[in-house]
């Protein structure tokens, strides 16, 4: 039998769920969490991380992509430049960028 993931309650907090017990079994991690382990903050009392921000601002300005209106390609580009992102929190982090 397998041990559970490390983040799971069973196992360790502060562990990264694996992306492929996202795609089986849903992506139940908190995004900041992702944030904090790609970008190396904290998570903020609200919203996604500043550096986690400046980051997704400049890779959409780049690619010229209007997260307000255009937001499925806004979440593709991010993942596009980090696959690392979930599609929760590329979801996350583009709908905290618009609401902004």
Not at 27 to 50: I, K, M, N, V, Y
Not at 75 to 100: D, F, G, Q, W
């Amino acid at each position: 039998m397998c041990a559970p993931f490390a983040g799971t309650a069973a196992g360790h907090a502060g562990s990264m769920q694996p992306e492929w017990v996202a795609k089986i079994v849903g992506d139940w991690e908190d995004p900041r969490r992702r944030l904090e382990t790609l970008f190396g903050e904290p998570p903020a009392s609200s919203g996604p991380q500043p550096a986690a921000r400046r980051w997704a601002s400049d890779v959409l300005h780049q690619g010229n992509i209007d997260p307000d209106r255009q937001q499925a390609a806004a979440i593709r580009l991010l993942r596009k430049n980090e696959p690392r992102l979930t599609l929760k929190t590329a979801t996350y982090l583009v709908r905290n960028m618009t609401s902004a």
